[in-house]
Every structure is written in structure tokens, then in C-alpha cells.
């Protein structure tokens, strides 16, 4: 696909990001476009590698690789090569609901699966995939597509997320009436609020759902399934129900003074944040970092953007708390492609706190003992200790170095540590079993053991990519649709 020999002519090219200290300044996405030009330099490294792995979409050793949802990717890579936008559209709607989401914040798990990426950087899968769902809004090609036909059957679903979102598309596409209800004030799930706008702006967020409400999708916003409305009450109400409530049960810290005035959940922060910028009003003072030295537990995504909202509020020092070392900046022996790479990289939270605070805020192979507060009940400083990672009787072990003490100046603690599962009331109420903290589905069929109930999404299999809950979205609407009518046609 592409130019034969483009891989071996072009070198890969990043659009231009705005400047790092700049841009934390406001709250619009800090990734500028390609432009045409380099678009179609771009697509023709594609190398028609024969077997594309950046679309096989499979686990090897639990890591995710190539794209869940089997993009067509060496298909319209070919066609943005060519200027054939609106064919590489159509391709790419083929297979993805949401591509405008999923070209700002997947992790791309395709670039590191791309043949080429085995001797040189990857095909910019991410960036072309983005590019051409922005044109085919720009150019106006991408308009309601109204069923013209309904089944008469009725659809809830619970929880408005990607995997959500996806059910609900796919269902009402075939005719079926949907409904999904959402118990925050905007509908989006984590796309809303616990990915903040400088790397998804909620305009972007809102354009799908209203096109998805001008299609015939009815979203309820407010309203808790299993406090508002029951369990027994959708269940009557609907032919079937799917239970896309994600995994938004936060993990947290038991230690000393956990309880202090200053120690929050990330997800909790980053809330708060995205709707008082959506609300154009001040931060709460509990919440808000300005002129504070503020610590965040935890090395991932979540963390990041805990980071790059606390530099925008302008914090006075950071710290990003790690439990593992350093990540090497090539792949080691056992992190082979096609895996996702396991390499250092400097995400955009860290280059603007490097930016706007002089260095990385990273600190890696480091414990938090305990948690200090003043007389007020008000975190005054967090207590670590450095640690070191060994084998031992043929398993990784992390050992305290004694002498390593460390005090840390701290008003704001963010707790990023990953998530336990779904939360469980609303599952009660259901009746459905549950598994590790996850509603207990097949995946595939996505059935649960209460007849007409679905599960699809980090309900289902916990948390995960973007990617993965709208293969489960796509998944869990073919399974309804076959269960609602006996046959299917929709795709996966």
C-alpha cells in the first residue's frame, strides 16, 4: 500500500505540537495537523507488508497488539497516500464508531505492531487516522444516517462511555430503539471527564453525541440506574439491557493519613477540573493547585493528565511518583514486536511541567511511607523511601534501600494507581454474578446469567484501552441484536 518505496524515502514526521509553555495557558488540545502535504508522505511509508499486524487487534502476555477493532489500516493509509479522502472515510467508518476519540487518545497500539517499526519508527497510523475523521467533518461528508426502519424493540444502555456509545450506535443503526442513561450531567463517560480537554477538547465530544441524538439515540443525563430508576424497572421497560458502567472504582492508599485534608483520587481531581473549565467558573479551593507542591502516586495516563491540569492551574513544584524503574529507550529481550513498546518516551504532561518548572517531574523506584498533616488536618508533607528491584527465588521483588528516607513538601496528593473494577450496588440490583470485581459475560456473547442482560466494556473485562471498549460496544450490540431477533447482520 502506499509507495512502494516510501518507507525507505520518508522519514516519520510528527505534526507540530504548540509550544509546551505556551499552551498551559488554556485548556484547547496541545496537537496541531498534519498538513496534506506531509499527510500523503505519511501514508505512502506504509509498506505493504502482505500480513498487516497493525490490524490483527490481539493480547500476547495480557499486552495489547495491533488495533483492537481491526482498522483497515494499509487500506486507507493507500488512499490519504492517493488524496482519495473521502474513500479512506468510508473505509474507516467501516470499522470504527469514533475515530475522532480514538485518533487523539488511543494509545495506538498499531504503530507498535507496523512493520516498519521493527527497524525504523512507525507508519504515523494515529495521526492519519485522526486527520482524515477531521476532514470528513470539515468537507461536511459526515451527516445523520437516519434508519428507515424500526424494529419496534427497545435498547437501554447503561452507562454513556465509548463501549456504551458504540452499543447504542450500532443498535440504532439497525433499527432498534435505544436509550442510554447517564448519571453525570453530560453524557461522554470518561471521554468527558476523566481524559481533560487539552488532549480531547469536549467539543469534539459533543459533536458525535449530537449527531448519535439527531440519528435517534435518546440520551438521559442525571439519572442512576439503581437509585433514580431500578433495576426491575428497566428490566420491564426494556427487551434488553446492556451494563456499560466501566470500571470507575478508583484504587487507593491505606496508610497514615490517608484521611488528610489535601489527599484526593485522581479521577476525582480530574472531574472536578474538566467541569469547572466546561462551567467557566473558579476552582474550588480543595481542589485547585495553584501556588502548591503537589505529589501524584502513580506512573500512568491518569497521573499524566493529573500533571498537565495542575501546571495549567499553576502549582508552585511536582512530583510524579513511580514504582518501577526507568524504561529503557529501546525494547528490551522481552518486550518483542509486535507488543506495544515498553520504552521511555516524554509525554506532553511531562514536557510542559519540564517546560514550566524546569525538569521532569518524574521519580522512579520510589514507596510512599505515610502522609503528614498540621494541626488543621491539612497535608503539610508526604514521607518515601527509594527502592530497588531484584529477583528473587526467580521472581521481581521490590526491596526498601534503608537510608533513603526521603520528606516531601506537599499541600496536594493525587492518588493515580489504577482502578479495582466496577462499582457494585447497581450489579446487586441487577442480580447479575460477578468476577474480580467485573460483571461476568463470555466475551463474544457478552451475556450475563439474568436473561437480556449484556455486559460489554471495562465492566466486562476491567480497565483498558479506548479500542477495546468499542470492540466490546460493537461486539455486544451484535450479540443483542441476534438475541432481539433471532439473526444479525452487524458487523464486529
Known amino acids: 500500500m502506499g509507495?512502494?518505496?516510501?518507507?525507505?524515502?520518508?522519514d516519520r514526521e510528527a505534526p507540530k505540537q504548540r509550544d509546551p509553555k505556551k499552551r498551559t495557558g488554556d485548556w484547547k488540545e496541545y496537537a496541531n495537523s498534519f498538513t496534506d502535504e506531509q499527510l500523503s508522505r505519511q501514508g505512502a511509508r506504509c509498506m505493504d507488508c502482505g500480513t498487516p499486524f497493525c490490524q490483527m487487534g490481539t493480547e500476547i502476555n495480557g499486552m495489547t497488539a495491533g488495533c483492537p477493532i481491526h482498522n483497515l489500516i494499509p487500506e486507507w493509509n493507500d488512499l490519504v497516500y492517493r488524496g482519495r479522502w473521502k474513500e479512506a472515510l468510508n473505509r474507516l467508518l467501516k470499522t470504527n464508531?469514533?475515530?475522532?476519540?480514538?485518533?487523539?487518545?488511543?494509545?495506538?497500539?498499531?504503530?507498535?505492531?507496523?512493520?516498519?517499526?521493527?527497524?525504523?519508527?512507525a507508519v504515523a497510523i494515529k495521526n492519519i487516522e485522526r486527520s482524515i475523521i477531521d476532514k470528513g467533518f470539515q468537507e461536511g461528508w459526515i451527516t445523520p444516517r437516519i434508519p428507515s426502519e424500526r424494529t419496534g424493540k427497545r435498547v437501554a444502555v447503561v452507562g454513556s462511555g465509548p463501549a456504551g456509545l458504540a452499543a447504542a450506535d450500532q443498535l440504532n443503526q439497525v433499527g432498534h430503539t435505544v436509550t442510554v442513561y447517564e448519571r453525570a450531567d453530560r453524557i461522554g463517560g470518561l471521554l468527558m471527564y476523566g481524559i481533560p480537554s487539552m488532549k480531547l477538547e469536549k467539543e469534539v465530544v459533543e459533536r458525535r453525541v449530537n449527531l448519535l441524538r439527531q440519528e435517534g439515540i435518546d440520551f438521559v443525563t442525571n439519572t442512576e440506574i439503581g437509585?433514580?430508576?431500578?433495576?426491575?424497572?428497566?428490566?420491564?421497560?426494556?427487551?434488553?439491557v446492556i451494563l456499560c458502567t466501566g470500571a470507575q472504582k478508583q484504587r487507593d492508599l491505606v496508610m497514615e493519613g490517608r484521611e488528610l485534608k489535601g489527599v484526593h483520587l485522581a479521577m476525582d481531581y480530574l472531574t472536578h477540573s474538566t467541569k469547572q473549565v466546561l462551567n467557566g467558573s473558579d476552582f474550588d479551593e480543595a481542589f485547585d493547585a495553584k501556588g502548591k507542591d503537589v505529589i501524584v502516586i502513580g506512573g500512568g495516563d491518569t497521573g499524566a493528565d493529573c500533571i498537565a491540569t495542575a501546571v495549567r492551574q499553576g502549582c508552585n513544584s511536582l512530583a510524579q511518583f513511580g514504582k518501577h524503574p526507568i524504561l529503557p529507550h529501546d525494547r528490551s529481550l522481552d518486550n518483542p514486536w509486535p507488543q506495544s513498546p515498553l520504552t521511555f518516551a516524554l509525554d506532553y504532561a511531562h514536557e510542559e511541567a519540564q517546560a514550566s518548572l524546569g525538569k521532569d517531574p518524574r521519580e522512579y523506584l520510589i514507596q510512599t511511607k505515610k502522609f503528614v498533616g498540621d494541626e488543621e488536618g491539612n497535608l503539610k508533607e508526604v514521607h518515601t523511601v527509594a527502592m530497588e528491584k531484584v529477583i528473587e527465588n526467580g521472581k521481581f521483588v521490590f526491596n526498601e534501600i534503608p537510608g533513603t528516607e526521603k520528606l516531601w513538601p506537599a499541600q496536594l496528593v493525587f492518588v493515580a494507581i489504577g482502578f479495582e473494577g466496577t462499582e457494585m450496588p447497581l450489579l446487586s440490583q441487577f442480580g447479575v454474578e460477578v468476577e474480580r470485581n467485573r460483571v461476568k459475560a463470555k466475551y463474544g456473547t457478552y451475556?450475563?446469567?439474568?436473561?437480556?442482560?449484556?455486559a460489554a466494556g471495562d465492566a466486562r473485562r476491567g480497565q483498558s484501552l479506548i479500542v477495546w471498549a468499542i470492540n466490546e460496544g460493537r461486539g455486544v450490540a451484535k450479540s443483542v441484536d441476534h438475541y432481539l431477533m433471532g439473526v444479525t447482520n452487524l458487523p464486529v
Open 97 to 121: 464508531n469514533f475515530p475522532e476519540f480514538t485518533g487523539r487518545v488511543c494509545p495506538a497500539p498499531c504503530e507498535g505492531s507496523c512493520t516498519v517499526s521493527i527497524n525504523d519508527p
Open 447 to 454: 451475556e450475563t446469567n439474568v436473561d437480556g442482560v449484556f
Open 227 to 240: 437509585k433514580d430508576i431500578t433495576a426491575e424497572q428497566l428490566k420491564e421497560e426494556y427487551d434488553a
Open 3 to 10: 509507495k512502494a518505496t516510501g518507507f525507505m524515502e520518508y
